[in-house]
């Protein structure tokens, strides 16, 4: 990463943090939520499902990982310049899984049971580890100044259950559950820059799906910290770009360093 970026990060008194493929690293949920869908799918059907869902998610980029779907069928469509309700875009083995049980006549209504049932199992016996290093970052912005917030397409509860797993609940100032994005990214990210008295080059979205939270900062002219875990595809609009959760914490220390020598 160029100094450049360190410094515009450096400058930033508003991170706004995804949850989900952001604050934490584990992937073994996802085989819960394959299993869940699995149940919704017909006897003769479900070894052909479950076949091409753990093909699809060890794709990196190519057929699913980066490209958008009919949320009521699967089909492949062209992405869009505007995001809508009936597509979906997949960024991360989540929309892969969605996609496929589609495909395999899941209904919308079935996959968020499957959902649910899925976050409850992370919210309970589901074993996470802390990220190495971000509690400190997080604490460090706080102690000079700086305001940390979340916003997290997931509900409340069991949000609330993985964060504390996390160590990060109560570093958190401010938080919107079933945040809904991409749809109102734009909306909440606006409130908090008028909350903070915070204008957009000096805050930050942190994420790892560029529609919900790249793209609507982006337009705001904020900063973004990308994390690309599967699709692999560079982005020069975004600020920085990482590959893995774990590099996060890094990024923000580094970023503070820049900031004190100045």
Not at 97 to 108: E, F, I, M, T
Not at 134 to 141: F, I, K, N, P, T
Not at 205 to 215: P, T
Request: glycine share 6%.
């Amino acid at each position: 990463m160029n100094q450049d970026a360190y410094t515009r990060l450096a400058n930033c008194n508003l991170f706004i943090f995804d949850l989900d493929g952001t604050v934490y690293a584990e992937t073994d949920h996802f085989e819960h939520y394959l299993q869940q869908l699995a149940r919704f799918v017909g006897d003769e059907a479900r070894e052909a499902f479950l076949r091409e869902a753990q093909e699809s998610l060890a794709e990196q980029g190519g057929r699913f990982y980066g490209q958008a779907f009919t949320r009521l069928t699967g089909e492949p469509v062209a992405v869009e310049d505007e995001p809508s309700e009936q597509h979906l875009h997949v960024d991360d083995p989540w929309g892969v899984l969605q996609a496929v049980a589609a495909r395999h006549g899941v209904s919308v209504t079935d996959r968020d049971k499957a959902f649910l049932r899925t976050r409850d199992f992370m919210a309970g016996p589901f074993p996470m580890t802390p990220l190495a290093g971000l509690r400190d970052a997080m604490l460090a912005l706080r102690s000079e100044g700086r305001h940390v917030v979340l916003a997290t397409n997931s509900p409340e509860p069991d949000s609330r259950a993985i964060l504390r797993k996390l160590e990060l609940e109560d570093v958190l100032e401010d938080y919107v559950f079933q945040a809904r994005k991409p749809y109102r990214t734009a909306e909440h990210f606006t409130r908090w820059l008028a909350h903070y008295d915070i204008p957009p080059e000096q805050a930050v979205s942190v994420g790892d799906h560029y529609r919900n939270e790249m793209r609507p900062a982006i337009r705001l002219g904020m900063n973004t910290i990308y994390i690309d875990r599967y699709i692999g595809q560079p982005r020069a609009d975004v600020t920085v770009q990482l590959r893995h959760p774990g590099e996060l914490a890094d990024i923000l220390r580094r970023s503070l360093r820049s900031g004190a020598e100045e």
